[in-house]
């Protein structure tokens, strides 16, 4: 798996003035001001004030406040696999190139796993092997079976696109899961690329786009990597 190559990945939506909207939010929860008065305020203007405050609410779990912000993201070049761990997210929304109305005219494109792709002769085999499933495949859609049919065979290597959308509540969630050294590698190539699209324009994020365990200050899987203590 060459990194430099896999899961393609741009930040395409997101709101203007995300900070001062989620403080705008945490303040009207504690505040006899109107959000209007509040977002107008000399106050939101003050990065070091929002951010202090953002900080203490979002650490008391008051997690509401900052599901007002969606984001969506344009994601190429991730195999089927990767995709169905992402899809799992429920608190996501996605579409995705579809196997049933998109037909493979050749060679589907697909990813080599680096445990395979490390290996020269199994990524031979591994290789060929696609090869293999790519003939029948066009056999299959030559005699006239349906796309959504033939695509029966494709494997979970396939590479996929799709364009995923979610709020920041979910995103924090996600990369505090999925940047964990116990996720697989390629959906933590993924999201961590997800992650830098967006602190590029808004920094303050990167203290929350991190592994759980930093934010937790310990190691709560059953299996530890060993960069934080394992809670008793």
Not at 76 to 82: D, E, P, V, W
């Amino acid at each position: 798996m060459n990194d430099d190559k896999f899961a393609k990945v741009r930040l395409i939506s997101k709101p203007d003035n995300m900070l001062r909207t989620v403080y705008t939010a945490c303040r009207t929860c504690y505040s006899s001001e109107s959000p209007i008065n509040i977002f107008d305020s000399e106050s939101a203007l003050d990065k070091e004030k929002m951010l202090k405050l953002i900080k203490r609410v979002i650490s008391s779990g008051h997690y509401s406040t900052i599901e007002h912000i969606q984001v969506s993201f344009a994601i190429s070049n991730i195999s089927r696999a990767c995709s169905h761990q992402l899809v799992r997210h429920r608190h996501m929304s996605f579409s995705q190139k579809s196997q049933r109305y998109v037909k493979e005219k050749g060679q589907f494109e697909y990813i080599i796993p680096e445990s395979i792709d490390s290996n020269d002769e199994l990524k031979e085999k591994f290789t060929e092997f696609m090869g293999k499933i790519s003939d029948f495949y066009l056999e299959l859609t030559q005699e006239g079976i349906p796309a959504e049919d033939a695509r029966y065979v494709l494997p979970n290597a396939t590479a996929t696109s799709m364009v995923a959308s979610l709020n920041l509540r979910e995103l924090i969630h996600l990369a505090n899961l999925r940047l964990c050294t116990r996720a697989q590698k390629e959906i933590r190539i993924l999201v961590k690329r997800m992650c830098d699209e967006l602190t590029k324009e808004e920094e303050w994020l990167k203290d929350y786009l991190v592994p759980k365990c930093e934010r937790l200050g310990y190691c709560d899987e059953d299996k530890s990597c060993g960069r934080k203590t394992v809670r008793m």
